[in-house]
């Protein structure tokens, strides 16, 4: 295999695993926040903790990552997240708890979070032609999608085939928790073999001077802070329905079990998968900016559906729906970042909107279960986050349709 070759297929598969990891948890963890006696506001409470952690860690990757190294920086970030892992295998207190969601890797969405992003798009933006790279990042979010996918199904259905068998649901979520851990050392011996050609070229960081090493930007930072805003308003949208949180509101809503649950996030992941492939083709024709919007409006025109359905089928059919659609914005959005910017500014281009959309997901959970925690507002948070990313998408059409892709 050729070097450069081997490196790709190394982090696509970390990226598997690690979203297989965040896969196993989204079905799970917010029913083993309430089955340890948590109310909906403190689980709300405690899955913002998490993303206010993924802030901290990412800004601080971003501004130190391509000095110290970027794999020294993955292998940090799979520390942490065996360190969470344990903590919440071992122990109930919910000081304890949020301690762990705030310093580790913990994603209560099933989808990235954390340092590792904004340093494997870096790295594969380094290893590839750019007139390959939206195709890899489509082929890179399907291998995602399909481990989250195969993630959920694995938790729903382990936690239920152990509830079977006799353990509480703590314990049965508890063994969830410990296998989180066993994905974080596998993450660590494979970016253990990453080689020096993901790491930043140093002429490309010595050219810059004092203002790359300050924030990593220069002729770039005008479009990266206004991508960034919008993006953290996106995210601000998307922290409403994580989902953890739909499972928890399907959940309680419908009764449905932790099982059925695992299989109806497999097979949304799956299409989500799918659909990251077809949107490389769109973009092909129409570009990378009307793709996303195109999109994503209508995804989130369902996202409002699903509350209004009658029963647990048709809300099933309408997130099912949702997901052919719902993530085709993503791989097209990472490209355009990496498109928009220049090549010595990729890593912290990529940092720095990531940190943006932790800081707009950090504080909606909270908000999200403290609407669920009231009967009359218990389905307001599918329509806040359908709203506002409609509002994302049509400002992000007027700011950017004729900046050059």
Request: net charge positive; aromatic share 10%; with cysteine.
């Amino acid at each position: 295999m050729h070097p450069t070759t081997r490196d790709i297929v190394l982090l696509f598969s970390t990226r598997m695993t690690r979203l297989f990891a965040y896969g196993l948890i989204s079905v799970v963890l917010g029913l083993y926040l309430a089955s340890t006696g948590l109310s909906a506001s403190g689980v709300g409470a405690i899955l913002t903790a998490t993303l206010a952690g993924d802030i901290l860690v990412s800004l601080w990757v971003t501004l130190v990552a391509d000095r110290v190294g970027r794999k020294n920086m993955l292998l940090l970030g799979a520390t942490l997240m065996i360190l969470a892992g344990l903590v919440f295998l071992v122990t109930t207190n919910p000081v304890w708890i949020t301690l762990a969601a705030i310093i580790g890797i913990v994603s209560p969405s099933g989808g990235e979070i954390g340092p590792f992003l904004s340093i494997e798009q870096a790295a594969l933006s380094q290893l590839i032609p750019d007139h390959r790279r939206t195709r890899l990042f489509g082929w890179y979010n399907l291998a995602g999608c399909f481990a989250t996918a195969a993630g959920a199904l694995a938790g729903g259905w382990l936690a239920q085939l152990l509830q079977g068998l006799g353990w509480s649901e703590l314990e049965a979520y508890r063994s969830i928790m410990a296998s989180y851990a066993g994905c974080g050392l596998v993450l660590i011996m494979l970016f253990a073999t990453l080689s020096q050609r993901a790491e930043v070229v140093p002429a490309a960081e010595a050219r810059e001077g004092s203002t790359r090493k300050t924030i990593g930007l220069h002729r770039s930072k005008k479009v990266v802070f206004k991508l960034s805003s919008l993006f953290a308003l996106d995210a601000f949208a998307g922290g409403f329905v994580v989902q953890s949180m739909i499972a928890w509101w399907l959940h309680v809503r419908y009764g449905v079990d932790v099982g059925m649950l695992g299989t109806l996030f497999f097979g949304a992941n799956l299409l989500a998968g799918v659909s990251a492939l077809l949107a490389v083709r769109l973009a092909d024709r129409i570009g990378l900016v009307r793709t996303m919007v195109y999109t994503h409006i209508p995804s989130n025109i369902l996202l409002c559906l699903v509350p209004l359905m009658p029963d647990f089928w048709l809300a099933v059919a309408v997130l099912l729906l949702r997901a052919c659609i719902s993530q085709m914005d993503v791989p097209v959005r990472e490209s355009y970042t990496m498109a928009v910017v220049a090549p010595d500014e990729r890593s912290a281009a990529s940092g720095i909107t990531t940190v943006a959309r932790s800081v707009g997901a950090a504080i909606s959970p909270l908000l999200a279960g403290l609407f669920m925690a009231n009967p009359y507002l218990f389905s307001t948070p599918f329509f806040v986050a359908g709203g506002l990313k409609i509002a994302y998408d049509l400002f992000l059409f007027k700011m950017f349709k004729d900046i050059k892709e």
